[in-house]
Each structure stands twice: as C-alpha cells, then as structure tokens.
C-alpha cells in the first residue's frame, strides 16, 4: 500500500525542508496538504473528495509530486482508487425508502431512507447477488424500526431505487415488482 506509505512519511517529514523543497512559500500551506493526505481513510476516498493545491493542482497531480519526492509509485494505486470511484458513482442516486401508512397527517416520512451511495458491498457483484443484499437491507431496516411509532404510522412496503429500475418490496424483504424508470 503506496498511500499507507505516503502517510506514514508525511508524519515523519520535516515540513521545513519539506515545503521548501517542493515550492510552498509558506509552511502551513504544506501543513494544510499533509493533514488532508493523512486524515484520508484510503486513497480512493482522497481522490473522490478531492484536494485543490494552488501549488499543483488537483489531488492526483499532488499526489504524484509528493510520492516522485519520496520516491513512490502510486500509479497502480491510483488506477484502482479511480475504478472503484467509478463504480461508487454508479449508485450516487439510488436509495431504499420505507412507504409507511399513517393514522395521522404527516408532512414528511418520519422513517430514513438508506442511500445505497454508501453501501460498498453492493459494489462489484452481480445483480441477483445485490438484490440479496438490497433485501437483508430491508429486513434489516425494518426490524430496527418497526416499533417507532406505532400510534403514529406503520411500515408498509418499502421502495427501491436501483440502477434505474425501480423496485418495490415487502416488509419481509421479498421483491413484489419491478419497473423500468
């Protein structure tokens, strides 16, 4: 792992030296990028949000300054970050959402929906395969809210939104029908 690499260097550089040599006329610039690098959890989630230097441009072009500096190759690294961004995009707009029927007027569903955006074990697999797990999502969801708010509103059926395809699925997980969108 080049990046676990590239962080544990830039903990240990000498942010003196460091931005000099690499062009920053003021350190705490440099301090600014170190910090964004470090705190990142994995290189694709770095490039995804993105870092602007005014130095050098945006996250990849930083990124390959710093690791030619600690003489790092990070280009297979960044191949694989930017598939995987890639396939995160893919599920930016699909979501899980409970319908719920109601004793009372409500103005909106007081049960959250689940944005698949962050769900990465939908990520890579096939599609029968992430419709399984869309379905222990629901199941899931609806266990750990099924009691809310019994007096107020009740689960029942939950709405998916899903590669362009909207889905409908009972309270137990099961698929009811499926649509085009």
């Not at 000498?14 to 290189?43: H, M, P």
């Not at 694709?44 to 990124?63: A, H, I, P, Q, V």
């Not at 599920?91 to 959250?112: E, F």
């Not at 599609?127 to 399984?132: A, G, M, N, T, V």
Request: charged share 25%; hydrophobic share 40%.
């Amino acid at each position: 792992m080049v990046f676990k690499t590239l962080q544990e260097q830039l903990k240990a550089a000498d942010t003196k030296v460091l931005s000099k040599k690499l062009g920053y006329a003021k350190e705490q610039n440099l301090l600014r990028v170190i910090r964004s690098i470090v705190e990142a959890k994995s290189l694709s989630r770095f490039l995804y949000k993105g870092y602007f230097d005014w130095l050098y441009g945006g996250s990849r072009d930083l990124l390959r300054m710093l690791c030619s500096h600690f003489e790092l190759d990070i280009a297979d690294e960044i191949k694989v970050a930017n598939a995987f961004n890639e396939e995160c995009d893919r599920y930016r707009s699909n979501y899980i959402s409970a319908n719920i029927n109601t004793k009372r007027r409500l103005v909106i569903n007081p049960v959250p929906y689940i944005n698949l955006h962050d769900v990465e074990h939908l990520y890579f697999k096939e599609l029968d395969e992430q419709l399984s797990i869309i379905s222990d999502l629901i199941k899931w969801h609806y266990e750990r809210h099924k009691d809310d708010a019994p007096h107020v509103y009740k689960i029942a059926s939950y709405s998916v939104r899903f590669l362009g395809v909207y889905y409908l699925y009972d309270i137990n997980g099961v698929m009811q029908k499926s649509q085009l969108l």
